[in-house]
């Protein structure tokens, strides 16, 4: 049996007929103990008031056994030859006719059995314990005169009682298969509707793995379930998102890689075929060209690195201003080309990191040199290191132009940039911010942006104190 549907219906019905089983046996066997007690309750009731009867009106017991057995017992049928005629009869259901009115064994006030039944005969003494489980006669002025004794022997049922206990049982009986129909119609139901979330996810997954990635499942519940259902939308949404960043990263590449080959090869075969000079600033063109190249692979070189979890990192102890001091040094003639003011403050008594310190001056230089490259004249660049909450924050802002709210979600994808058309010209591979990222991650660290347009934007480095 493969089918869940199939396998969740039968283990709904099992359980439902297990439980349907125990409340049905349960319930009959309560049914007939309770109905039996009653039955003897009222006999035993009607049993002790004629006693009682008797003794009122005669005084004694003296008597009382050929009273019970003429009274209260119906007539013996005829006996045929050789029959059962003079047998005393005791409560029970006649071969053919209604049951004979039940008897108890009677003792009178001083604990002889002045009625036998059950076992008891006649004279018999009746010990204290008996006496006590036993229900006493009384007189109007409480005087006790007698005991009934309850012999512990089952009472037969009349034809009447037993039809009565047959309608209940066939009742029970019934319910329990209505219940069990129910219950198999509801497990059938509860079965297709548990499984169809999963017959849907099958059916994406299998397209997914056919090349139809975006998939989506609809999310039916907000249990264990639907989470999953989620969790595949989301799944398939980063997996499509993947791939076509990847397709663009490689056509990204190929256009990246292509742009100054075809420089280097132009001006090699131009001087080759001697259409060109070969001059020393022509060489200069093609080694920048070369430069350019390098810095592309190497950075393509980091990010599998990082990727593969294999990006070294020579860590020391490091003081967050001493990063700073590092990278605004290194960027001050380029900010005072641009007349933008670049600065760095550090809050006091801040704690170590413990990094690799070329590493993150690497990521600080490529957000200052972002920011020169998008501050106007006469604006600010500022790098600020702060303590937050066990750890130090360094961060770096402008006033400049800012980023769209389309980009901003997109800054650390690989080969994004805002303003494609200037890709050619400011030999940005524009790999820096995914770089960026990769490093500050492999330190157990994040990093994050807030930008608005015409405003400025802040980069922030949350790293570990050491």
């Known amino acids: 049996m493969r089918s869940l549907t199939a396998r969740l219906s039968l283990a709904f019905l099992f359980v439902s007929l297990t439980g349907v089983a125990l409340v049905g046996l349960i319930a009959w066997r309560t049914t007939v103990r309770e109905f039996d007690q009653l039955v003897l309750a009222q006999a035993r009731s009607s049993f002790s008031a004629d006693a009682l009867a008797y003794y009122s009106d005669t005084g004694s017991w003296s008597g009382v056994r050929g009273y019970i057995e003429g009274m209260l017992l119906p007539a013996p049928a005829p006996a045929a ?26 003792v009178d006030g001083d604990g002889a059995v002045v009625f036998p039944a059950g076992g008891y005969v006649v004279g018999e003494r009746v010990s204290g314990a008996d006496l006590a489980q036993g229900i006493p006669l009384a007189l109007e002025d409480g005087t ?7 012999t512990g022997e089952p009472l037969a049922l009349s034809p009447q009682e037993e039809r009565y206990l047959e309608r209940t049982n066939g009742a029970s009986l019934m319910a329990a298969l209505g219940a069990s129909a129910v219950a198999l119609a509801l497990g059938v139901l509860l079965a297709r509707t548990l499984t169809r979330p999963v017959r849907e ?35 398939s949404d980063d997996l499509a998102r993947s791939v076509a960043l990847r397709r663009q990263m490689t056509a990204d590449i190929a256009h990246d890689l292509r742009t100054p080959l075809t420089v280097i090869a132009g001006y090699a075969e131009s001087m080759r075929d001697g259409v060109l000079e070969a001059t020393p600033e022509r060489f200069d063109v093609v080694c920048g060209e070369v430069q350019q190249l390098l810095r592309l692979v190497e950075d393509l070189r980091t990010l599998s690195l990082a990727d593969a979890g294999e990006l070294r990192l020579e860590r020391g102890p ?30 006091a008594e801040l704690p170590d990191v413990d990094v690799d310190a070329e590493r993150l001056v690497q990521v600080l230089g490529n957000l ?50 805002a303003d494609a058309s200037r890709q050619d010209s400011d030999g940005q591979s524009g790999l820096g911010l995914a770089i960026a990222k ?29």
């Open 81 to 106: 030859a050789g029959g059962d005629a003079g047998r005393p009869r005791t409560g029970g259901q006649g071969p053919s006719g209604p049951r004979q009115r039940p008897v108890f064994p009677l």
């Open 144 to 150: 006790v005169v007698g005991t009934i004794l309850t």
């Open 201 to 235: 996810l099958t059916a994406a997954t299998r397209a997914v793995a056919g090349g139809a990635l975006q998939q989506k499942v609809p999310v039916r519940s907000r249990d264990e379930l639907g989470e999953l259902a989620m969790a595949f939308n989301q799944m």
């Open 318 to 347: 490091i003081t967050p201003g001493a990063l700073l001091e590092r990278t605004v040094s290194a960027h001050a003639l380029g900010a005072a080309r641009k007349d933008v003011e670049l600065s760095w403050r550090a809050a």
């Open 368 to 417: 200052v040199s972002n920011a020169l490259r998008h501050t106007t004249a006469g604006g600010r660049v500022e790098l600020v290191a702060e303590a937050d909450r066990g750890a130090v924050r360094l961060a770096v802002r402008d006033d400049g132009e800012g980023i769209g709210p389309d980009d901003l979600p997109r800054v650390f994808d690989r080969l994004y940039r």
């Open 438 to 466: 990769s490093i500050v991650e492999a330190h157990g660290g994040a990093i994050a942006v807030e930008s608005e347009l015409g405003r400025g934007t802040r980069f922030e480095l949350t790293l570990p104190a050491a």
